[in-house]
């Protein structure tokens, strides 16, 4: 069973920056796609950033260039670095672990960026 919890949102002024983690419990992270998605309100979930169990790494449009994703196999972790944050990034934003067609969720951590 896979469970992933995320943490590091928080309030931050436009222009700030935040790095968001994720935990994954399970065997099956390292052989694993990773990705974060995040929900503004009123929104739909979007995709955010991905990296492969390689480590190769694909971005959004939005956030090219200001965000970064990484991973720790060893401690089962994903992590989200966002810099230069705008008010238009305020979300909830997920983490989400992809195997084999099955994926699953985090409850998710906020993010909220005031301008």
């Known amino acids: 069973q896979v469970q992933l919890v995320e943490s590091g949102g928080g309030l931050v002024q436009a222009g700030g920056s935040l790095r968001l983690s994720c935990v994954a419990s399970g065997s099956i992270f390292s052989i694993s796609a990773m990705g974060w998605y995040r929900q503004a309100p009123g929104k739909q979930r979007e995709w955010v950033a991905s990296?492969?169990?390689?480590?190769?790494?694909n971005f959004a449009d939005s956030v090219k260039g200001r965000f970064t994703i990484s991973r720790d196999n060893a401690k089962k972790m994903v992590y989200l670095q966002m810099s230069s944050l705008e008010p238009e990034d305020t979300a909830v934003y997920y983490c989400k672990l992809s195997h084999y067609g099955t994926d699953y969720w985090g409850k998710g951590t906020l993010v909220t960026v005031s301008s």
């Open positions: 990296i492969s169990s390689a480590g190769s790494t």
